[in-house]
């Protein structure tokens, strides 16, 4: 059987296009920096951001991991939201590699909001508390159901972070999204922050792939962080022509996922109001919550399952469905046919 997989949208397949593309990419030794098309894509995606350079990675963690360590040294701290990948999915990278301790704010959908995260910013604190040396936005928010974070408040954030000298870095794996989204544009987006992560690897479709932001000599420093944890690359320019391939043909298709999870939402609310507000679906993500019903996520993940459909039980009652480039209109249909009923048989049986 063949699944329609929303369990992510990592899950996408290269299609014969960008695998075209990827058997005849010009290639090079990359740890020699030999790469003409790694090369030309971190210098692609630093001026898409206006940032002066980047560093490609295999992973966003490592490329969050790589700037948070630019940022923050062993023993101070980073600020991020409760829920947010860095905190949540990085199996405790910033505490093991880099002596980095965490704070954290917890925010409704993972909505950013400026001063949730100054009233817990510490800088400088001296020889009894930890300082506080940078803070980490999620955008967009992944676990918060794909929230769009607001750029006035990214701009609030940026302004009074910076009276304290606390530094700021972008968890930017779907910013593509929150870009399509908004309308906001990426250089825009760039301006606030001091490092950037993006990855290629999920909306836009690409097999392997985030790209590192920063400053030349931030950049420099994370390449010899890379190559000391064992990610140093050769001739990887077929991973990056993939990545340009994605930035040439997939942002634009982002809408397409965006109309989608949101039909999606829609149908579950019109059979069980509480699961979501379609109101909160801003991009790719359809985060239900089953609170309301008499079945757990378990359950419905496991009836979606018998009826050919893929979704990710991220908690009791905390059901995702996440569209994305392979998901097609006919897809969504079948999805509809399915979805709806279950909601509303688990709502009738409480
Ligand atoms: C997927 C993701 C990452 C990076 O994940 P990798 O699996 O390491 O590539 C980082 N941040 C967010 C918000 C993500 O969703």
């Excluded at 966003?60 to 949540?88: C, F, Y």
């Excluded at 991973?239 to 997939?250: K, T, V």
């Excluded at 989608?260 to 829609?266: E, F, G």
């Excluded at 459909?309 to 392979?326: E, M, N, Q, W, Y």
Aim: proline content about 4%.
């Amino acid at each position: 059987m063949t699944f329609i997989d929303l369990r992510s949208d990592t899950v996408t397949q290269p299609s014969p296009e960008m695998r075209e593309v990827i058997a005849s990419a010009p290639v090079g030794d990359d740890v020699y920096g030999d790469d003409p098309t790694v090369n030309s894509l971190e210098e692609r995606v630093a001026a898409m951001f206006g940032m002066e350079a980047g560093l490609f990675t295999p992973t966003g963690s490592l490329a969050n991991q790589l700037a948070i360590r630019m940022l923050v040294k062993p023993g101070e701290e980073l600020l991020t939201e409760t829920n947010s990948h860095i905190v949540r999915a990085e199996l405790g990278a910033a505490a093991v590699f880099s002596g980095i301790t965490t704070r954290t704010w917890l925010a409704p959908l993972g909505e950013l909001k400026a001063s949730d995260v100054l009233a817990i910013a510490k800088p400088d604190s001296g020889p009894y508390l930890v300082s506080t040396t940078a803070i980490a936005v999620e955008n967009t928010h992944n676990f918060g159901g794909g929230t769009v974070q607001s750029i006035d408040e990214i701009a609030a954030l940026r302004r009074e972070s910076k009276k304290l000298g606390i530094a700021m870095h972008l968890d930017g794996a779907r910013i593509w999204n929150a870009h399509v989204a908004s309308g906001v544009s990426f250089s825009e987006y760039g301006k606030h922050f001091d490092t950037i992560s993006v990855c290629l690897s999920k909306g836009l479709g690409a097999p392997v792939g985030s790209v590192m932001l920063s400053t030349k000599d931030r950049v420099a420093s994370a390449r010899q962080w890379r190559k000391r944890y064992g990610g140093g690359m050769r001739q990887i320019g077929i991973l990056a022509a993939a990545g340009h391939f994605a930035l040439d043909h997939n942002i634009a298709k982002l809408a397409d996922d965006h109309r989608r999870a949101r039909v999606l939402a829609d149908a579950c609310h019109a059979v069980a109001p509480l699961t979501i507000d379609p109101r909160t679906v801003m991009t790719n993500i359809v985060a239900l919550d089953l609170a309301s019903l008499n079945v757990t996520a378990a359950d419905i993940n496991a009836q979606l399952k018998e009826a050919g459909i893929l979704a990710s039980a991220l908690g009791p009652k905390f059901l995702r469905l996440v569209t994305h480039l392979d998901f097609t209109d006919a897809h969504l249909d079948k999805v509809l046919e399915i979805l709806p009923g279950l909601l509303k048989s688990a709502l009738v049986a409480k």
